[in-house]
């Protein structure tokens, strides 16, 4: 590859936060439509069905708070490490 040709793809980091950033915001949509699931069950009886909504609505809502959480947590660590390569060089401007 010649010293001249810029490369076309992005840099491993700031594609990963990209679609980290883009997760985080497909997630409400994902438990929206998850949430929605126990509205088309078809059981023999109402109390069963009653009593397994109620656990699927629960561990789903378990579920996208730890992954929300994941999320989070990858998103801001990689605010860190970015604040702290722009910060680390030179005087301080006051």
């Given at each position: 590859?010649?010293?001249?040709?810029?490369?076309?793809?992005?840099?491993?980091?700031?594609?990963r936060r990209r679609r980290m950033?883009?997760?985080?915001?497909?997630?409400?949509?994902?438990?929206?439509?998850?949430?929605?699931?126990?509205?088309?069950?078809k059981g023999a009886e109402a109390?069963?069905?009653?009593?397994?909504?109620?656990?699927?609505?629960?561990?789903?809502?378990?579920?996208?708070?730890?992954?929300?959480?994941?999320?989070?947590?990858?998103?801001?660590?990689?605010?860190?490490?970015?604040?702290?390569?722009?910060?680390?060089?030179?005087?301080?401007?006051?």
């Amino acid at each position: 590859m010649s010293p001249d040709r810029v490369s076309v793809f992005l840099a491993r980091r700031s594609y990963r936060r990209r679609r980290m950033a883009d997760a985080a915001r497909l997630l409400p949509l994902a438990g929206g439509i998850l949430f929605c699931v126990p509205l088309v069950w078809k059981g023999a009886e109402a109390g069963a069905r009653t009593v397994n909504a109620m656990i699927y609505v629960f561990g789903l809502w378990v579920l996208l708070v730890v992954v929300s959480a994941l999320i989070s947590r990858h998103l801001r660590h990689d605010d860190d490490e970015r604040d702290g390569e722009e910060g680390g060089g030179g005087g301080a401007m006051e």
